[in-house]
C-alpha cells in the first residue's frame, strides 16, 4: 500500500497480514502511518497504489465509503466516531446498513437488543444516554463495544470479520483497559482478527499475537511477541534505545506557588492541595475518583461549587473563574480531549498555534506569525508539512505536540495537564517531559492528572492518588514507583494527607 499526501509519503510500500484470531499490533512513532493505512482499510483514503485481500477474496480499491463493513470490516477510529448529541441507542445503530432498514427501526426492540449488548460488556450505560454527557472513558467504551457487535454480526453473514482499533486505550485507567482485553480475547477465541495501534509497548506485549512496526510509513519488521521484548520493539519503533528511568529535578524549600482550598465540583468535595514552584505534582485515581476534575476547575472549564486558588500572591475564586481570567493569570491547560477541547480543526497550525498570543490590533503580521509557528514546531517536534495545513491534517500525536507548544510557549505559571502524552509515541514522550520540565525550571509549577502510573513514576516528585473526591494517598519522592502508585489507587491509603 502507498499513500502520499502532498509533500509527505504517508505509505510507502507497505506489505502486511493478518491471520484469522490473531491480534497484530500496528505500532510506530507519530506520524509513521498507521492511521492512514487504517483509513485506506474503511474507504476514508484511497491508496496511490496497493492491494487488499480479504479471507482469500480480492477486494477493489478505493474502498467505497461504508462498504467496509460489508467485508467484515469494523472500526475504532482515534476520535472514537461517535455523533455526540445522539444517543447511546442512536449511535449503536447508525450506520448499521447491514442489519438495519433504515425506513422501518423498532426502536423497543432496538433498546433491548441494546440494553442486553451494554450489559454484556458490563457497561454502566443506558441507551437513551446522550454522548456528549458520558465521560471520555465511556465514550471510548461504547465506540468500542459498537464495533465488536459489527464484527461479530458479520459473522453471521460468514464473514471472516477483523476489528480495527487505532488507540482506544489513551483515556482508560488500568481496570477499563483489561476489560477492553477481555473483549478482545473473547471476539479473538471466536475467530476474529484484530488490528491493534497503541502507543504502550506494555500493552502490546500483553495482548497481541505479533506487531508490525512502521517507520516514516515503510515497515520495519513483523515480529512475534512470545519471542521478542520492550527494548526490541521500542528500538524498532524509535530507531534507538530509549530509557524510562526516573527523572526528576532536584527541589529547593520554598513556598508554595499554588495553593487550593475546599475545591468542590461534580466528584470532588473539599480537596485542598498545594504546589511549589519547580514541582511536578502527580494527580491519580481510578475511574470517577475526581483527580482528572482538578484541572477543569483550576483553569475555568467548568467552574467549581467551590474553592479557591492563592497563585503567587493573587486569590482567585473559583467559583467564578472564567478561561480567559486564568490565561491573565498566567495558567495554561492542556485538555484530555485534544480532538474537541485542544484544537480547533479547520485552522491552519499557526492559526492554532498563535491564538493564545494574538492581540486586539486589527493588523496580523502573517509572515512573523507563520514564522514563529515554524519555530514552535520545531521545538515541540510537530511533524507536519507546513504551518499553513489543517490542524485536522496532522496524525493524533503530532496535534497533541501541537497543543502543548501552543500553551508552554507563554511562560505560565501552573501548567495543568489532563493525560498530557496520551496517542504521543515512546520516543517523543522524552521531549515532552523536557519541554515540561523547562516550564518548572523557569519556576512555574505543574499539576498533571493521568491514569497512567509509569509516566507519574518518571516524571513527578509527588502523587495525590484521589478516591471518590477526596485525596487518599499521597506518595512522594522514592515512594513514587509504578507498583506503589496502584497499590495505593486499587488497595487503599498507604498515608493519609492533604496540604
Ligand atoms: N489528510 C492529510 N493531509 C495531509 N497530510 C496528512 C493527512 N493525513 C495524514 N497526513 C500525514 O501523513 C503522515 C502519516 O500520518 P498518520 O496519521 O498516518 O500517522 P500515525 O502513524 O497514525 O500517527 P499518530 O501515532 O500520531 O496517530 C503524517 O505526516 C501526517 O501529517
Known sequence: MTKTFGGVQALNNVALSIQPGEVHGLLGTNGSGKSTLIKVLSGFHAPDAGSLEIDGRPVTLPMPLGRSEAHG???????????????????????????????????????????????????????????????PVQRAQLAIVRAADRVREHRHYGAPGVLVLDEPTPFLPEEDVAKLFA????????????????????????????????????????????????????????????????????????R????????????????SLSVRPGEILGLTGLIGSGHDEVPMLLSGAVQAVSGDLMLDGCSLDLTQLRPADAIAARI????????????????????????????HGAWLN????????????????????????????LSGGN???????????????????????????????????????????????????????EQLETIAHRVLVFERGRIKAEL????????????????????????
Open 73 to 135: 470490516l469494523a472500526f475504532v477510529h482515534q476520535n472514537l466516531g461517535l455523533l455526540y448529541e445522539a444517543s447511546v441507542l442512536e449511535n449503536l445503530i447508525a450506520g448499521d446498513h447491514e442489519r438495519l432498514n433504515p425506513w422501518r427501526i423498532n426502536w423497543r426492540a432496538e433498546a433491548e437488543r441494546a440494553r442486553v449488548l451494554l450489559a454484556e460488556y458490563e457497561l454502566d450505560l443506558m441507551p437513551d444516554q446522550i454522548v456528549a454527557d458520558l465521560s
Open 183 to 254: 473483549i478482545m480475547r473473547r471476539l479473538k477465541e471466536s475467530g476474529v482478527a484484530i488490528i491493534f495501534v497503541s502507543h504502550d509497548i506494555d500493552e502490546v506485549l500483553e495482548v497481541t499475537d505479533r506487531s508490525t512496526v512502521l517507520r516514516d510509513g515503510k515497515a520495519i519488521g513483523t515480529y512475534y511477541t512470545a519471542s521478542t521484548d520492550r527494548e526490541t520493539l521500542v528500538h524498532a519503533i524509535v530507531g534507538r534505545a530509549v530509557s524510562v528511568d526516573r527523572r526528576v529535578s532536584t527541589l529547593s524549600e520554598s
Open 256 to 271: 508554595p506557588i499554588a495553593t487550593i482550598t475546599r475545591l468542590s465540583g461534580k466528584i470532588l468535595r473539599d480537596v
Open 332 to 359: 495554561a491547560f492542556i485538555p484530555a480531549d485534544r480532538q474537541r477541547l485542544g484544537i480547533a480543526p479547520e485552522l491552519t497550525l499557526t492559526e492554532n498555534a498563535m491564538l493564545p498570543i494574538l492581540g
Open 366 to 393: 502573517h509572515e512573523k506569525l507563520r514564522r514563529a509557528t515554524a519555530e514552535l514546531m520545531k521545538r515541540f517536534t510537530v511533524k507536519a508539512d507546513n504551518p499553513g495545513q489543517a490542524a485536522s491534517e
Open 399 to 453: 496535534q497533541q505536540k501541537l497543543v502543548l507548544g501552543k500553551w508552554l510557549q507563554l511562560g505560565p505559571q501552573l501548567v495543568l495537564l489532563d493525560e498530557p502524552t496520551q496517542g504521543i509515541d515512546v520516543g517523543a514522550r522524552q521531549e515532552i517531559y523536557d519541554r515540561v520540565a523547562e516550564a518548572c525550571a523557569r519556576g512555574g509549577a505543574v499539576i498533571c492528572a493521568t491514569s497512567e502510573f
Open 476 to 499: 512522594k519522592g522514592d515512594d513514587v514507583t509504578k507498583a506503589s502508585i496502584a497499590q495505593a489507587c486499587y488497595e487503599g491509603a498507604q498515608t493519609h494527607a492533604a496540604e
